[in-house]
């Protein structure tokens, strides 16, 4: 959406997720009319994919946690999408207890063929 001021939908699209230096892919979410965040995560060293599910909070409107469910774990992350550009994500994660550091930087999206 144009300017500053962030809504739900501004989260949804492909970023390349860095989480604690460790779990690094590409995280493609879409957000639903009631704030609800759907998508998936692909490991980039493997190349599986995994769930998403979350919410985007309604105050502050920046602000969104969602899970990436692994087979034996759990990420779960606490996020702010920047309301500048709004190019990227900021939190954290929670996983077998431990809290750790995680930013995602939006993807491109491609432009009209030439």
């Known amino acids: 959406s144009p300017g500053k001021t962030v ?19 590409t995280l493609e979410l879409t957000v639903d009319e009631a704030r609800v965040i759907a998508g998936i995560f692909r490991s980039e060293p493997n190349g599986t994919s995994y769930p998403i599910r979350g919410q985007v909070a309604a105050d502050p409107s920046n602000r969104a946690t969602f899970s990436i469910k692994f087979p034996r774990t759990e990420q779960e992350y606490d996020v702010f999408l ?33």
Do not use: C, H, I, N
């Open 7 to 25: 809504v739900a939908q501004d989260f949804a699209g492909r970023y390349r997720l860095f989480a604690d230096g460790r779990w690094t892919g």
């Open 82 to 114: 920047w309301s500048e550009g709004k190019s990227a994500l900021a939190g954290t994660f929670v996983m077998l207890g431990r809290t750790f550091g995680a930013y995602a930087l939006r993807e491109p999206t491609a432009g009209p063929a030439r």
